[in-house]
């Protein structure tokens, strides 16, 4: 262990500023991108399921949607 | 092994990938696709990303948990620069991480352009925005770095000015996958600016050698690993491992997207969007 206290592992022998807005920004950036991921498949696949319930319905017989 | 989406048999079309060759325009002697799944075949791949993108999910959170607790609490400080060095644990990882994305991305999508495959140019489009994260973080780190030891946020030093060269290349890969409409000739646009774009790789890779010297008191030079006590060089290569298999997670869950998109006309798409609840 190289730290005497949590309070100088906070401070980084006076550069936390630095270090800590450095990983700050990472976390913030890949969990940005993580929710962007999640949101974006969730809404694509809602809009592809409307879109093929809209544009197959009328075409297909009642007897067809048996199988579904 | 055939892998299976949930309420549809898979059955590659066959040629999927290709263009029309004589024998399948004659419609004459293709292999059974159930026979080898080929995960060329983008609905085999959408299954198969499905399945790995977890196990690299965990992986890189159990090594960056690894890398950053060897970061913080088992390395000692520097002699020169204290625990300001400790931004090094995120910034050089990020750098090897996307030039490698970038070496990747330009092979993919110059396979794509080359052998016309849609699979390969879906890959290079899925891999681009994760690079682009991680050449802005490497920039962001390198000059949170540097401050206190040139005195300014930015310096033209030969490595920044490569990666920011690589931040560039990335944003112009997706401006342009997002500025053409037709995704073949958008695939053909961006392949052919990763191409050119690999010719400015070996000047980052070479000023790294030849300008190491540049980053002032840096104790820490990244050429020698004999100059690194082990503690440090564990931190940073768990760190750039964990960062990969985070790279392979996003990458294949942004790849299932693009498939998702892209196939959007064809019948098992269809019917997987109707299935999932």
Known sequence: MTWSSWGAFWAMGGDGLYVWSAYLVAIVVIATEIAVLALSRRSILEHLGRFTRINRKPRNPPADETHT | ?277
Not at chain 2, 4 to 21: D, E, F, L, S, V
Not at chain 2, 60 to 86: K, S
Not at chain 2, 238 to 258: D, K
């Open chain 2, 1 to 277: 092994m055939v892998i299976a989406i949930r309420g549809y048999q898979p059955q590659c079309p066959k040629a999927h990938n290709k263009m029309p060759t004589l024998s399948s325009t004659l419609n004459i002697c293709d292999p059974p696709p159930v026979a080898r799944p080929g995960f060329a075949c983008p609905q085999h791949c959408y299954a198969l990303a499905g399945r790995l993108t977890p196990w690299f999910s965990w992986a890189a959170a159990v090594l960056c948990g690894f890398g950053l607790y060897v970061g913080f609490f088992v390395a000692p400080t520097d002699a020169h620069q204290g625990e300001h060095y400790r931004i090094a644990f995120l910034h050089t990882p990020s750098m090897w991480v996307s030039v490698l994305i970038y070496v990747l991305m330009a092979a993919a999508s110059g396979y794509g352009v080359v052998r016309r495959h849609r699979l390969a140019s879906m890959l290079a489009s899925a891999l681009a925005p994760t690079g682009a994260l991680f050449a802005f973080l490497a920039l962001w780190t390198g000059s949170l770095w540097g401050k206190p030891i040139w005195g300014v946020w930015w310096v033209w030093e030969a490595r920044l000015a490569s990666e920011l060269l690589v931040l560039f290349l990335f944003l112009g890969f997706i401006a342009l996958q997002e500025a053409i409409d037709d995704p073949r000739r958008a695939d053909r646009a961006s392949g052919v600016l990763a191409l050119v774009g690999v010719f400015g790789l070996p000047l980052l890779y070479f000023s790294v050698y030849r300008w190491s010297a540049m980053y002032g008191t840096v104790s820490l030079s990244l050429t020698p690993p004999a100059n690194m006590t082990p503690p440090v060089f564990t931190g940073m290569l768990a760190m750039g491992i964990g960062l990969l298999a985070y790279t392979a997670a996003a990458a294949l869950a942004r790849l299932r997207i693009v498939i998702l998109m892209r196939e959007r006309s064809s019948e098992w798409v269809a019917t997987y969007a109707k299935v999932r609840p």
